[in-house]
C-alpha cells in the first residue's frame, strides 16, 4: 500500500511511490512505457519486447524511473574469442631473454563498432551470446508455430514459461559454453592463412601472396592444455580469450620488418576482408596505442615464455 511505502522510505515525497495514489500511476507509467515500445517498433519486434529482454528493459526503465536508485544495468554481452599471439624476431637480437626487438603480429579492428580501428592481436569471435539468443527466440517461434498456436497463444505460452522459469533459466540460457579446441585452432587458421602481402600501392595483382607459414606456425595454449582462458571486461561486453601463442620464422613474410610504427617499408599486410596487419615492437605498441585487453594479454604470454625457459617472466 502507498502507507507502506511511506514506511520504508522514512519521509512523504522521497519517490513516485508515496505519493498519493502513486503505487498505481508507477504500474500505469510502465503500461504506457511498453505501449510506446510496441508502437515505435515493427510486429515482430514489438513482440519480442512483451516476452523477452528488451521488454524487462523498457519495463525496468519505466519502474525504477520513479525511485530514488538508479536502474539495474543490463547484462554484459558475452564473447569467446580464439586468439593467437605469434612473435617474430628482429635479425641481429642477440639476447635471448628480451623481448624488446620482438614483433608481434597485429591486426586492425574495423572502422565501426566495439573498439573501432583499434589494433588488436588476431583473433575470431567462436561463440557470442547475442547470436545464443537469437537462436533460441527463432526455436521458440518455430516450436510455437509447430504446435499449432496462433500468434497470441505463442506469446502467452512465453511469457507463462519465462515466469516459471525465473531468473535462473535466463542466467542458465546465457552462460559462456567450453568452446573446442579443434574449433577454435580451425577459426584462427582461417583467420591466419587469409593474411596476404601485396606490394603496396604500385603492385601488380600478381604480386600479392599469401603466406601459408602463418597459420602452420607451431602454437601453443597459453598455460597449457585444459588452462583458464584469460577474461577482459569492457563497458558492456565480456571477453573470455583462448589465446595460442607461437614464433614465426624471421622469412615467413616478406617486408615484414617494422619500421615506423609497424609500417613496411617494401609492402603491406591485410587481411581477406581488407583489414591492415602489421608486425609491432612494444614500442611501436605504445606508439599507435592498443587497449589493455591487448596489453594483459601480452603481459600472461611473455610470463609464459619466461617461465617455459626459466628466465622469471622474461620473453625469449
Known amino acids: 500500500s502507498n502507507a507502506a511505502a511511506v514506511r520504508r522510505c522514512g519521509r512523504s515525497g522521497r519517490c513516485a511511490l508515496c505519493d498519493e495514489g502513486g503505487i498505481d500511476s508507477v504500474l500505469d507509467a510502465i503500461d504506457d512505457a511498453l505501449t510506446l515500445a510496441r508502437i515505435s517498433t515493427s510486429a515482430s519486434d514489438a513482440e519480442a519486447a512483451d516476452d523477452d529482454d528488451d521488454g524487462d528493459a523498457v519495463a525496468s526503465a519505466a519502474g525504477h524511473a520513479a525511485l530514488p536508485t538508479s536502474p539495474p544495468k543490463k547484462a554484459k554481452r558475452e564473447e569467446v574469442l580464439a586468439v593467437a599471439v605469434l612473435r617474430r624476431r628482429r635479425d641481429g637480437d642477440a639476447k635471448k631473454n628480451n623481448d624488446g626487438g620482438a614483433a608481434w603480429l597485429m591486426l586492425k579492428r574495423p572502422k565501426s ?13 567462436v561463440w557470442n551470446s ?28 512465453s511469457q507463462k514459461a519465462k515466469k516459471s522459469h525465473g531468473k535462473g533459466a535466463a542466467d542458465k540460457a546465457t552462460a559462456v559454453p567450453a568452446v573446442g579446441r579443434g574449433v577454435r585452432r580451425e577459426a584462427l587458421d582461417s583467420l591466419l592463412g587469409g593474411i596476404i602481402h601485396d606490394g603496396g600501392p604500385e603492385s601488380e595483382e600478381s604480386d600479392v601472396i599469401s603466406d601459408p607459414l602463418l597459420a602452420d606456425a607451431d602454437r601453443n595454449p597459453l598455460g597449457g592444455a585444459g588452462a583458464a582462458p584469460l577474461e577482459h571486461v569492457f563497458s558492456h561486453v565480456r571477453h573470455t580469450m583462448h589465446v595460442e601463442h607461437g614464433d614465426v620464422a624471421t622469412a615467413a613474410v616478406a617486408g615484414a620488418a617494422p619500421c615506423n610504427g609497424g609500417r613496411s617499408a617494401e609492402g603491406r ?34 610470463g609464459a615464455r619466461g617461465r617455459r625457459h626459466g628466465l622469471g617472466g622474461a620473453g625469449t
Open 113 to 125: 563498432g566495439l573498439l573501432a580501428g583499434q589494433w588488436e592481436f588476431p583473433s575470431a569471435c
Open 269 to 302: 599486410l591485410r587481411t581477406a576482408d581488407g583489414r591492415e596487419a602489421r608486425w609491432m615492437t612494444e614500442d611501436d605498441m605504445k606508439m599507435v596505442g592498443v587497449t589493455s585487453g591487448v596489453r594483459k594479454v601480452l603481459e600472461a604470454v611473455k
Open 130 to 157: 547475442a547470436d545464443e539468443k537469437k537462436k533460441k527466440k527463432k526455436k521458440n517461434a518455430n516450436d510455437a508455430k509447430g504446435k499449432g498456436g496462433t500468434k497470441g497463444e505463442g506469446k502467452g505460452a
